[in-house]
T-cell receptor
Framework: KQEVTQIPAALSVPEGENLVLNCSFT??????LQWFRQDPGKGLTSLLLIQSSQREQTSGRLNASLDKSSGRSTLYIAASQPGDSATYLC????????????FGTGTQLKVEL | EAQVTQNPRYLITVTGKKLTVTCSQN?????MSWYRQDPGLGLRQIYYSMNVEVTDKGDVPEGYKVSRKEKRNFPLILESPSPNQTSLYFCASSPGTTRSYTFGSGTRLTVV
């Protein structure tokens, strides 16, 4: 059974700092890995999608990497801003189960002024 | 605007009173799913659909029903809600296995 773990569960950094969020998964048989952002009381916003054959994806200040063989992904946020404060979730898509997403429990990020 | 729309956003109901949470997407996506989010447990799949009239159970289907009569709509039905179904529910859609998911804004359900 696929399990996804995110460390740390919570993180507080000063504005302007570069930071890395970690995601690990137990079964390397994935279609892709997706990073989401969730704001309090809101839905999930897709940030980056990495296919199983890819090593990384970039969007603005965000860079996500994928090492499928070791079951790890990282989300790098450059020059963090208070508006980046949110919960970040990673999820893998596994074969079968109708394109099911298996989620980690998230990292709650707070960027302080 | 491409989106997944859920209604209602908030719902408080009593045990045993049947309810339906609606979900509609305007992107012509094949795949649709329902998830529930609970503290400490994360998001878990309830039901999914790969196309019209094709639905199947996810990880936590007990107490829920779904239907997919039209491609755009995927309602979640609670025939006899119980307090353990108090949760935050999300509908999501995707065009295929290698494509990203779009989520609705969520429905916060409280069963008393």
């Amino acid at each position: 059974k696929q399990e996804v773990t995110q460390i740390p569960a919570a993180l507080s950094v000063p504005e302007g700092e570069n930071l890395v969020l970690n995601c690990s998964f137990t079964d390397s048989a994935i279609y892709n890995l997706q990073w989401f952002r969730q704001d309090p009381g809101k839905g999930l916003t897709s940030l980056l999608l990495i296919q199983s054959s890819q090593r990384e994806q970039t969007s603005g200040r965000l860079n996500a990497s994928l090492d499928k063989s070791s079951g790890r992904s990282t989300l790098y946020i450059a020059a963090s801003q208070p508006g980046d404060s949110a919960t970040y979730l990673c999820a893998v898509t596994v074969p079968g189960g109708g394109n099911k997403l298996t989620f980690g429990t998230g990292t709650q990020l707070k960027v302080e002024l | 605007e491409a989106q997944v729309t859920q209604n209602p956003r908030y719902l408080i109901t009593v045990t045993g009173k049947k309810l339906t949470v609606t979900c509609s997407q305007n992107m012509n996506h094949e795949y649709m799913s329902w998830y529930r989010q609970d503290p400490g447990l994360g998001l878990r799949q309830i039901y999914y659909s790969m196309n019209v009239e094709v639905t199947d159970k996810g990880d936590v289907p007990e107490g829920y029903k779904v239907s997919r009569k039209e491609k755009r709509n995927f309602p979640l039905i609670l025939e006899s809600p119980s307090p353990n179904q108090t949760s935050l529910y999300f509908c999501a859609s995707s065009p295929g296995t290698t494509r990203s998911y779009t989520f609705g804004s969520g429905t916060r359900l409280t069963v008393v």
